[in-house]
């Protein structure tokens, strides 16, 4: 081979920086993967499994939603024993009771902007004003 | 080639004419006898139904079938209570996070109160009572059979429920309003602002609504599905000025006032069928 000399450092460098991004990632500790909070009531079950609910939590909820609004399915959910309505404020959030550490650490990783919140009130939202009697 | 163009004229000639009359000379041999026999019998067939459809068109409305809501208004139980009013109002609003804007433009408004000739427009006259002019009219969404609100809203985002609530799915709100021009109530009110920091007491148990969204009454469907009354009834319940049911059960409480007391609907020459009635 010609000018063996140049290309395989050539060749060495190129890999190296085409794969940059895999590499910088698997060392450095500036995006850690997101821990969202485990409900701090202790509830261990969900009305899914986790793993399906992480893949497919916005998916139920358009459903809740649909079948809520205008299919007549307000049944309620029974979960461990205890009964919730079905909806983001009724169900969701009454056991992840914080949005900010829960639904947000793994959105604003994935860089995820869910409009939910401009409607629905975060448990924090609406301690800011309940009801006084 | 002369022959030959002869002879090509006369078959397509011959052919278009079997063509065009071939239908005809089908119609005139087979269909006859089939035809004479058969309407033997439809016409034995169709006159049950027949009698069976004047009965139906006689008895002037056929017995309707479900669940439709229904809300009657005792106005005599308000007059001289504004404050009775209020209270129904208030209840409605806080339950649904309605904001509280002291603006003509952008307030908000699921039930609230207007005067008579405001309200019923078309039962309006001169030299109407005292009791008329000095009170104000409690009004809300009339969830009515032909809801035109529901005919303009081009994303489905206001529909029609099986119980004849007239419902909205702010989720699909994309704020075009072509259905506060097609309410003749003005049941419909848009949020111009981000209502949030118009809202006093929030109820947790429903959402808030955001900027550009249109919102009014639901019925209160999210109680009725709870076993509770309407919010607005709940308020008044003790002076029994509304009454809330089914209007297609014979039984109901709400049937049996509609059907001892004269009532009232609103702008009833538009033919929207309102689910709302007042006694005046």
């Not at chain 1, 609004?69 to 461990?80: N, P």
């Not at chain 1, 409607?119 to 301690?127: G, I, M, N, V």
């Not at chain 2, 016409?43 to 439709?68: I, N, Q, T, Y």
């Not at chain 2, 996070?97 to 008579?116: G, L, Y």
Request: aromatic fraction near 8%; proline fraction near 8%.
């Amino acid at each position: 081979m010609y000018n063996k000399r140049f290309i395989i450092p050539g060749l060495v460098i190129f890999v190296l920086f085409v794969t940059f991004p895999l590499w910088f990632n698997a060392f450095s500790t500036a995006s850690p993967v997101p821990k969202p909070e485990l409900p701090p009531g202790g509830e261990k079950e969900c009305v899914a499994p986790a793993s399906e609910m992480r893949d497919r939590h916005m998916v139920l909820l358009n459903e809740w939603r649909d079948g809520v609004l205008r299919d007549g399915e307000r049944d309620v959910i029974t979960v461990g024993g205890k009964q919730y309505r079905k909806g983001l404020q009724m169900a969701c959030m009454q056991c992840h009771t914080s949005k900010e550490k829960f639904c947000d650490t793994c959105h604003d990783y994935t860089s995820v902007k869910p409009f939910c919140w401009d409607c629905h009130l975060t448990p924090e939202e609406a301690a800011l004003k309940k009801e006084t009697h | 080639m002369d022959k030959q163009r002869r002879k090509f004229l006369k078959v397509a000639g011959a052919t278009a004419l079997a063509g065009i009359s071939a239908p005809a000379v089908v119609k005139l041999t087979s269909s006859p006898a089939i035809a004479s026999s058969e309407h033997g019998a439809a016409a034995d067939a169709h006159g049950a139904p027949a009698d069976a459809h004047k009965a139906a068109a006689h008895g002037a409305e056929e017995a309707p079938k479900g669940v439709r809501l229904g809300l009657l208004v005792d106005m005599r139980k308000f007059y001289g209570k504004p404050e009775l009013l209020d209270k129904a109002i208030a209840a409605c609003h806080k339950v649904h996070n309605v904001p509280q804007i002291d603006n003509r433009k952008s307030e908000i408004k699921w039930v609230w109160k207007a005067p008579f000739e405001n309200v019923f427009p078309e039962h309006s006259n001169s030299h109407s009572s005292k009791i008329r002019k000095e009170n104000d009219f409690l009004i809300m969404c009339n969830h009515c059979d032909e809801p035109p609100c529901v005919r303009v809203c081009p994303t489905q985002a206001t529909y029609r429920l099986p119980n004849g609530i007239v419902a909205m799915d702010f989720h699909r709100c994309i704020g075009c309003r072509f259905c506060m021009m097609g309410c003749p109530y003005g049941a419909r009110s848009f949020n111009w602002e981000n209502p949030r920091p118009y809202i006093k007491e929030y109820n947790p148990d429903f959402p808030s609504r955001m900027r550009g969204v249109v919102e009014k009454c639901n019925f209160c469907g999210e109680r009725i599905a709870l076993g509770k009354e309407p919010a607005c009834l709940e308020a008044v319940k003790e002076s029994g000025a509304i009454v809330f049911g089914d209007l297609n059960d014979p039984g109901s409480e709400i049937r049996e006032v509609l059907d001892k007391e004269n009532t009232i609907q609103r702008k009833p020459s538009l033919g929207t069928k309102p689910s709302v009635f007042y006694i005046v």
